[in-house]
């Protein structure tokens, strides 16, 4: 089994951070790459509807901060061929993911022409050589303008060679019987698109003066249009995973976000506080988000990440602003500034004479963001576990198929089974069961509701009603 693609199968902010800041500039150690111990790869070969995996091989390729090209030049080559499972998400980081949440949210680093042509010039000077490869006309795009270049580059050719080009190499290392499990992304604002959070600001700085930008708001119009270019990339990642039918399987697990209300700016919810982190069911991660493993979002790692990365894109954003602007201000008062850190990667993990010796792979960016910031929009635990059992349940399904097997459903309809109150009716006791239900076998069944009902122990089962297999119990 092996994980390949972006920060979503990384699992970036999910639970515990893999490895150790010793490997922090080798920029494809877990470490860098911001590999988490919750991201639904590492929950799928822990599974243990799948077998006991100490007798599998796991290759955790995924990097946060990875196009397509990354995908297929870097983490592909280093996979060992005959592969039975691939799982890979990639694509959101070619459609520019960052820079729309840059533009058009948070607000980290946005310019005006005028002082991106300064820009160009002041990171000339050697003391800025960790912004030497920022994309000056990016910065100063502005939210309608990059919102309309997402989408062009979305439905471009260029993109979807691009992921051809992926899904056909991974395909190379794919044994006989081998299936990539091709992941999607969620839609992150409520559809019913109330006014709620129409004046809700999260932009990262205050007195901002020597910017022209307007405050960025979750508008009606922004939501929509962010929704909007996740259904696009899902289509479109969607249809080229069907020129592959018998090697890919697209894993679309947006419908589960809306139908447990996991995502931002649900009715009644306000965005404005803190306590609309508290929501259980909230999928996507906020800058303040807790969750019960992960670590307090406003801390700062001793450590800054390296440019390229997600978090270390965002943390690159927010020093521009603070070099242009030293009297900013951060707009949560919870971010204290005098926490900053000033140390880089080289001076913290390696001695003066261990530097001269060797050529740094990345630029160290400096750790301005608190690290809640390196996650948002980013699947919280819940989600990757979603994720996970809609990626198992495929996985059992090709196996059940490759053996002749019947498949399990992902919708299990318990129209007429006599598991109401009061009815004392073994589960294997078919002829009553429903025709939909007569060919699966009893023991499997049994341990199946056995398992929801132990995962839902304030539900009671009632004839006539129809229970999804997913997102807690899918087959195996």
């Not at 929950?43 to 995924?62: A, H, M, Q, W, Y």
């Not at 839609?187 to 709620?196: A, H, L, M, P, Q």
């Not at 109401?420 to 023991?443: A, E, F, R, T, Y």
């Amino acid at each position: 089994m092996a994980a390949i693609g972006d920060s979503y199968s990384a699992g970036i902010g999910a639970g515990d951070r893999l490895g150790d800041d010793s490997q922090a500039l080798d920029k494809n150690s877990d470490w860098a790459c911001s590999r988490y111990d919750h991201a639904y790869p590492y929950i799928v070969n822990s599974d243990p509807r799948l077998g006991d995996n100490k007798g599998r091989t796991f290759e955790f390729k995924s990097c946060s901060g990875a196009v397509a090209q990354d995908v297929a030049t870097i983490q592909i080559p280093a996979l060992t061929p005959g592969q039975q499972v691939i799982l890979l998400s990639v694509g959101g980081n070619d459609a520019e993911f960052p820079n729309v949440l840059n533009q058009c949210i948070y607000q980290w680093a946005v310019f005006t022409k005028a002082q991106a042509a300064v820009a160009k010039v002041a990171v000339l000077d050697a003391d800025y050589k960790w912004a030497e490869d920022i994309d000056w006309e990016t910065l100063s795009r502005g939210c309608a303008d990059q919102l309309q270049h997402s989408r062009s580059i979305i439905e471009s050719d260029d993109f979807a060679t691009s992921i051809e080009a992926v899904l056909t190499l991974a395909i190379s290392k794919l044994a006989d019987n081998g299936v990539i499990y091709f992941t999607g992304y969620g839609k992150f604002f409520d559809e019913e698109y109330t006014n709620e959070c129409s004046t809700v600001s999260w932009s990262t700085w205050v007195s901002k003066a020597w910017n022209s930008y307007a405050e960025a708001k979750l508008t009606y119009d922004l939501r929509r249009v962010m929704n909007g270019l996740v259904d696009r990339t899902n289509a479109k990642l969607k249809s080229i995973a069907a020129n592959h039918p018998s090697n890919v399987i697209f894993i679309d697990y947006d419908s589960y976000i809306g139908k447990w209300g996991g995502r931002f700016c649900e009715p009644g919810v306000d965005e404005s506080t803190r306590e609309s982190n508290t929501r259980p069911h909230l999928m996507f991660y906020e800058l303040d988000s807790i969750d019960a493993f992960g670590t307090n979002p406003w801390k700062r790692s001793t450590n800054g990440d390296l440019s390229g990365t997600f978090a270390g894109q965002l943390d690159m954003f927010a020093e521009i602003t603070r070099q242009f602007d030293p009297h900013t201000e951060f707009r949560d008062k919870e971010i204290d500034d005098s926490t900053i850190g000033t140390s880089t990667l080289a001076s913290s993990v390696l001695s003066e004479d261990r530097i001269a010796d060797i050529e740094l792979p990345d630029i160290p960016v400096p750790n301005v963001l608190p690290d809640g910031y390196g996650r948002v929009f980013h699947p919280q635990v819940l989600l990757h576990q979603i994720i996970s059992n809609l990626v198992v349940w495929n996985i059992n399904n090709v196996r059940y198929a490759q053996a002749g097997q019947l498949q399990f459903p992902q919708d299990l309809k318990l129209d007429s089974c006599p598991t109401g109150p009061g009815q004392d009716v073994p589960l294997d006791n078919k002829p009553h069961c429903d025709h939909d239900l007569d060919n699966i076998q009893s023991d499997l069944f049994r341990k199946i509701v056995g398992r929801y009902c132990a995962d839902h122990g304030d539900l009671t089962l009632h004839s006539n009603a129809v229970y999804m297999a997913q997102p807690t119990w899918a087959s195996g």
